[in-house]
């Protein structure tokens, strides 16, 4: 019942920029937080930020400085501003709501991914 559809990627040099974005949709009463991960061939996917329905937000280490996540909690959209991209920023984002269930939770929905590539 619930899409998130993601936008934004491509191919960029070292030193671009892109933003993400991601729009989610269907039968929502409340978004507890929404956030981008990553994966890279070979690697574990990885948070990369998130950001609280209240507006706590939350950065790994390696993007501190150069991404900004923000959400338009009307539109049930979450972006992701990446600056002064780097080769090891290459990787399949995927955008993640975290919707409450009564009785167990916090359900993860996932986008489909999207491709960044940045080239050296």
């Known amino acids: 019942q619930v899409q998130l559809v993601e936008s934004g990627g491509g191919l960029v040099q070292a030193g671009g920029s892109l933003r993400l974005s991601c729009a989610a949709s269907?039968?929502?009463?409340?978004?507890?937080?929404m956030g981008w991960y990553r994966q890279a061939p070979g690697k574990q996917r990885e948070l990369v930020a998130a950001i609280t329905s209240g507006g706590s937000t939350n950065y790994a280490d390696s993007v501190k400085g150069r991404f900004t996540i923000s959400r338009d909690n009307a539109k049930n959209t979450v972006y992701l501003q990446m600056n002064s991209l780097k080769p090891e920023d290459t990787a399949v984002y995927y955008c993640?709501?975290?919707?409450?269930?009564?009785?167990?939770?916090?359900?993860?929905?996932w986008g489909q991914g999207t491709q960044v590539t940045v080239s050296s």
């Open positions: 269907g039968s929502i009463f409340s978004i507890n937080a």
């Open positions: 993640n709501a975290k919707i409450p269930l009564t009785g167990w939770g916090d359900m993860d929905y």
